[in-house]
């Protein structure tokens, strides 16, 4: 049976965050089994400042890796399971993937989850998904933290000004992320986030 003190992660999806139904049910659930709840949030959302140039990377596992030790380090007798949702779920994977046996985490869910982010994103081209997701995150990042940006505009980098006209997620992605993060374009940057099977061999949990 769960302790009562073990702590569950949830990792929202590409614009959500703690303010979310989808986010807090899930919390009221989990809450009433027991559970010591975490929310982590990417950077720049839902009121999490963004302090420095650096957005959040679903390709990368390095933030995710300092929540789940922070949790460890506060709770270091409590077990850990996590529940990513949507691109939440590659986020968590790739942790799952780079710790291998060193992970942290015990138990792991995924919802939602595209192992195929290219083909998700090709399949939500011109949808009112994606104009939703695109013109949320340019509104509440890349405008509301522009000045934090300006600096790799100024290295020539990025340009605000490009990343605002966008209107897909592969105009975003290409625009900010794949520059950002020294991706040849768009699509070389989904392809880092991809989930293969021989990945999944590398999971110990």
Avoid at 56 to 69: E, Y
Wanted: overall charge positive; proline content about 2%.
């Amino acid at each position: 049976q769960m302790c009562i003190r073990d702590s569950f992660l949830i990792i929202h999806g590409l614009t959500g965050g703690s303010n979310k139904d989808y986010i807090q049910q899930l919390v009221r659930h989990a809450q009433k089994k027991g559970f010591r709840v975490v929310v982590f949030q990417n950077r720049g959302i839902n009121q999490t400042p963004l302090t420095t140039y650096e957005v959040s990377n679903p390709s990368n596992s390095k933030d995710i890796q300092q929540a789940v030790n922070h949790i460890h380090q506060k709770y270091p007798k409590s077990k850990i399971v996590a529940c990513g949702m949507s691109f939440g779920g590659n986020q968590l994977i790739r942790y799952l993937i780079d710790t291998q046996s060193k992970s942290l985490i015990e138990g792991a869910a995924l919802v939602s989850t595209p192992f195929s982010v290219s083909k998700c994103i090709r399949g939500l081209n011109k949808s009112v998904f994606e104009r939703y997701f695109v013109k949320r995150y340019l509104a509440t990042v890349i405008w509301k933290y522009r000045h934090v940006l300006k600096p790799k505009e100024q290295e020539g980098v990025i340009s605000i000004d490009e990343i605002m006209k966008s209107v897909t997620l592969a105009d975003l992605y290409g625009s900010l992320h794949a520059k950002m993060f020294n991706f040849k374009d768009a699509w070389d940057y989904f392809k880092e986030a991809d989930v293969h099977e021989e990945d999944l061999s590398l999971i110990h949990i």
